[in-house]
């Protein structure tokens, strides 16, 4: 029997997949998963390989303990726990991206914090907290492979939606692929102009008040739903 | 009957779309209008989408309240408001772009003012004057989607021609619409452009004389033609 | 009778068009010329048209007035007079680009002189004079329309390659269409590597030792060669 | 008879000019280099043409002083030697590109040294030594075309594996083509996020614990063949 609503998701998340890649927030590493819409206790996301070549084959479903199913040949990444954790840790969020945007690595190795300065960005929150498993793991090689460390991160971002990672990257958490896509995007623009602006003197950033009531609208179906049918189209998916 | 006229004004719209999507003006969101040419009471706009998708089918004509006219299915964009206040405060404005180009942005949350540094940036004027709309509505979700608001945007750009919008964007406001498109290009070009001749010292701008001069010849039918064909044919509408 | 040393130039100079678009370096305005190379007292160069879209049929002759040969419909640029003049100045110079490359800018509006500061860039000569035609002539349009003005910017090039115009842009003289084309690329490729330097710390520039031998190198067959096949091919002329 | 292993290492080496190309480390100038698989002492390169042009035709085998097997109409590149002494001085190593990537030259012009700031960069090494040629050779061409220049460039590399030249470019040697394809591209990309984060403030690097460990981990099979596949479908060798 065919499965309308998982066959749409996949659909979905291997055009995800390609937009990250198209607008440079994903490369040759780097991934975006979605939650399995009818088991919550299980989530999607590519086999190894890079964003831009995901097809629906490398797609697997895993376990909220990084385990896949029916993997065959496919060899998993070797940070699918940074997802299964996060799954496990927080039932409201059904897509995850885990990206190296390079725009934002300067936030992550510096006292500045993230921190919105134009409308689009008030989806960011008031501030992005930054993560390091240095304190809790010492070195390390720096990727998140094990389930002791894939918690400390999920942790760290709390009840929030975005986090910086040490001399790493950034992890984006939301409730559906439109609105992960959409705020990876953004978090990559808003790191860009807030240097821009940071250099030019003092900057005035976007209000407690007015992040939540722009995160509101930005997040509604309406400038999502735009938002991915651009990108899409832009990505090669256009009429599809 | 072919109303030939309405048909050239409506099959440029078109295009000023994809080619403000195409410089990187206008990308998931923001919006391109144009003046009905024969009633100076209606306007142009297209239906919510992305200006690098929008087609013919997509125009609508509206009122200078923002009412359109046989929407269909076809959803207004909640925005549109802005564009039916400043024609409607400014007869001599045919055309008007209103966007989110990410170099202009650092200009519109700290105290640098934007002001032209090399020639075709003569079309700016002496300034870009900033807009902010919590001195009079306080906190918001960011959006120009009531009167009262566009009112206050109107006036803000006074008879000038650019305005920014504080954490926003900017909007640009002309005689036609390769004027309006130039100026848009024009504007982000010499953000980018002032923002590294200002990291390096002090700035010669180009003086009050400069600018009365050379915007005029700037904004003559040869210059203004030249660069409308050149857009259109990267944006791929070469021979068409 | 066929003229294939012309031909071979005019292929050539639609050619230099097209790469100068396609690095950016030319856009909507701007313009690459070539003199005659059987009367010296002659030159090519498009009728007003961006150099993305130049074809032969553009080409018009010239003489060192700026008076073209049988222009038919076509209209010259308005700054063709900038060519004409520094032809009629520099018996040694063969081919001369006009441009507003946006780096190059802030080199052009504030106290800091371009400098090479990499091996390719010695091809610029110790440091890029600025002209500026207010001293001579006060407040203008900024465009070099009358001979007078291209006099002094004739003048201000003296006897080297490159000139800066203050809040304008520059002109490349040289010997040829891929010197000519090869010098306005480094040029801007210069202003971005200095202006990146220049706000790290202090700068070790190429020595006048450097900057003879090397350009001397750089300005041999070998390398304008390579780089001119290279440059053709970018901008769609593989193979032709 | 078929020699499959050279081949395959030649179409590869085709390949990696061509990513190398179009990533934009190399572009007219610059070159990339594969040891025999058969004979440690002779090593494949193009002979005279940019990389994006180069196809296997172009190829010519070298001994470890830089002469050509039966070049033909042939001619090596200028800096051939460069190649040639690396390999002799260094056994370990198979695989080398010399290259002008735009955002590594500030730091072979200042006293900045490059460091990696995030994770992939850590196969850098600590911090990237930068060699000039001047203290030994005075004023020069600046280009390395004789072997006692050639020399002292393998000297300075040590046992390292990147080194920068001043005012001219950098060098990346590793064991394979993958290996170096990655880290040319990874060297440019870090010298961009160090630039940006060194303009914000104090910046944490990666600890030479976190160098070691994480250098290891990407220079493995898996990440280096994700990568590879990636960087060869968005040259245009997907799916060859």
Redesign the interface.
């Known amino acids: 029997m065919t499965d309308r609503t998982l066959d749409a998701l996949l659909a979905d998340l291997v055009i995800a997949n390609r937009i990250l890649a198209h607008e440079g927030v994903l490369?040759?590493?780097g991934h975006v998963s979605a939650r399995d819409p009818h088991d919550p206790s299980r989530f999607w996301l590519s086999a190894?390989?890079?964003p831009?070549?995901v097809s629906r084959a490398d797609l697997l479903r895993f376990d909220l303990d990084g385990r896949p199913e029916d993997p065959g040949q496919r060899?998993p990444y070797?940070e699918t726990i940074v997802h299964a954790r996060l799954y496990a840790a927080r039932p409201d969020v059904r897509a995850i991206v885990h990206h190296?945007a390079?725009?934002v690595?300067?936030?992550?190795?510096?006292?500045?914090p993230l921190r919105p300065?134009?409308?689009?960005a008030?989806v960011l929150g008031e501030a992005v907290p930054v993560w390091d498993s240095?304190p809790e793991f010492?070195?390390?090689?720096?990727?998140i492979a094990d389930g002791a460390v894939a918690d400390s991160h999920a942790r760290a971002m709390g009840g929030g939606n975005s986090l910086l990672l040490?001399?790493?990257?950034a992890t984006n958490a939301e409730a559906g692929l439109a609105a992960v896509t959409f705020v990876a995007v953004t978090l990559r623009?808003n790191a860009?102009?807030q240097?821009?602006?940071?250099?030019?003197?003092?900057?005035?950033?976007?209000?407690p008040?007015?992040i939540a009531?722009?995160a509101?609208?930005q997040m509604g179906e309406?400038?999502l739903s735009?938002?991915w049918?651009?990108?899409r189209?832009?990505a090669g998916f256009?009429g599809l």
Chains 1, 2, 3, 4 share one sequence.
Do not use: C, N, W
Request: a positive charge; proline letters at 3%.
């Open positions: 490369d040759d590493f190894s390989r890079s831009e070549l060899r070797l190296h390079r725009a690595l300067p936030f992550t190795v510096t006292k500045r300065v134009f409308h689009l008030a240095v010492g070195d390390t090689a720096m990727i040490r001399g790493h990257g623009d860009e102009v240097a821009a602006a940071e250099a030019m003197g003092e900057v005035q950033y976007l209000s008040g007015e009531l722009t509101k609208m309406r400038p735009r938002s049918e651009y990108r189209a832009r256009a």
